[in-house]
Structure formats: C-alpha cells, structure tokens
T-cell receptor
Framework: KAGVTQTPRYLIKTRGQQVTLSCSPISGHRSVSWYQQTPGQGLQFLFE???????NKGNFPGRFSGRQFSNSRSEMNVSTLELGDSALYLC????????????FGQGTRLTVV | AQTVTQSQPEMSVQEAETVTLSCTYDTSESDYYLFWYKQPPSRQMILVIRQEAYKQQNATENRFSVNFQKAAKSFSLKISDSQLGDAAMYFCAYRRPQGTYKYIFGTGTRLKVLA
C-alpha cells in the first residue's frame, strides 16, 4: 500500500513568485491536512480538507491557499513568496473515524531566495 | 485554546538505557487524543504511540510506553532499551476527538543515542 506522496521533494523559488505543492493521500483516505515546519515556529497547522471541503484553517495570511480534489489529492498554493515562507511543508492523510492517526508524507522543502 | 509544551529541547541516552521525554498540555476538554510522533532525518513523521484520554491504562508499544496523568495534564514517553535507530526528533501532539483532525504539536525533543 503506497504511503502519502508529496511532490516535489525540494523546491527553490525567488521572492515574489508563487508555488504549488501537491499531496496524494493514502488510497481510501478522505482527509488531508497541511503543516508548515520551521526551526523557529515548529509545526504549524495550515489547513484541513475533508471530502473536498476546507474544514479548518490555521492562522496564516491569505497568500496561503489550498484545495482538495474529488480523488482526495490536495494542493496548496503560496503566492507572492517571502523569505519567511522557507520551510518544510508536510501533508498528513487520514482514513477517518474517531481515533484515526495521521500518516505523513516526507514533505516538500521550500527555499525562497 | 489548547497548547502542548515540551520542555526538553534535547536529550541524550546511552544505547540500551532508558530515557523519558516530557510533555505537558493544556485543554479544557475532557476527551481528546494524545500522540507521540518520531521524525528521523528522513523527515517523515512516524507514529510512535497513541493514548485516548478516556482510557486510564497507559499505552504501550514494544519498547515505548507512556505515563499519562490526566489530572496533571502530563503525557511522558519512556523508551526502554534505547537503540541507535531511536535517534530522532520526537513530537508530542494533541487532537480533539471529533470534528477535526487538526493536530497541535509541541516544539519537539531531539533525542541522541550514544553508542
């Protein structure tokens, strides 16, 4: 059974550009969450999607957006990149149910120069 | 709002010895889930152990066990017979039982295992 797949693994962008990151959850999982991980702030929740609907959103500016498709794959977009957006972006997939655990991808390392 | 605190940025343990990582949390809810995740250099977060708040019995997974003190809002992880492969960042996490899969993470503890 394939795990959570995040693409690309590494990305270098210039300030002001935009970027799209992709996450394919485990087959059969309907929920996807995104986290930003930085040395200074740790793991910060970005958004959560369940059956194509955004269920929760973290405290990030509007430059951060996301969506989920009918096949449960999710994308997140960051527009007008800033140096501070450099981080590891992790995607987590959930099967559903009360005590479900998160299965994480290996992340996308974004560097903004 | 819920918070999770890990007060030990870094810990070291000799191979084959036992180490305990601390985690405290704050919540006004009576039901919730607590997790310990491990993040090795490969970056992929891996579930170590899970505890449901309504269960009084402490969770155990092989060499990993927790000491869950609900009244004290404490959730420590004990690693017995430490192995070199246990070296990683360990994150304590909180999640509400319903309506969301949002995790609240602590800042992590880096565990070094000395040969």
């Amino acid at each position: 059974k394939a795990g959570v797949t995040q693409t690309p693994r590494y990305l270098i962008k210039t300030r002001g550009q935009q970027v799209t990151l992709s996450c394919s959850p485990i087959s059969g999982h309907r929920s996807v969450s995104w986290y930003q991980q930085t040395p200074g702030q740790g793991l910060q929740f970005l958004f959560e999607y369940f059956s194509e609907t955004q269920r929760n959103k973290g405290n990030f500016p509007g430059r951060f957006s996301g969506r989920q498709f009918s096949n449960s794959r999710s994308e997140m977009n960051v527009s007008t990149l800033e140096l501070g957006d450099s981080a590891l972006y992790l995607c987590a997939s959930f099967k559903g149910g009360g005590n479900t655990e998160a299965f994480f991808g290996q992340g996308t390392r974004l560097t903004v120069v | 709002a819920q918070t999770v605190t890990q007060s030990q940025p870094e810990m070291s343990v000799q191979e084959a010895e036992t180490v305990t990582l601390s985690c405290t949390y704050d919540t006004s809810e009576s039901d919730y889930y607590l997790f310990w995740y491990k993040q090795p250099p490969s970056r992929q977060m891996i579930l170590v152990i899970r505890q449901e708040a309504y269960k009084q019995q402490n969770a155990t997974e092989n060499r990993f066990s927790v000491n869950f003190q609900k009244a004290a809002k404490s959730f420590s992880l004990k690693i017995s017979d430490s192995q070199l492969g246990d070296a990683a960042m360990y994150f304590c996490a909180y999640r509400r039982p319903q309506g969301t899969y949002k995790y609240i993470f602590g800042t992590g503890t880096r565990l070094k295992v000395l040969a």
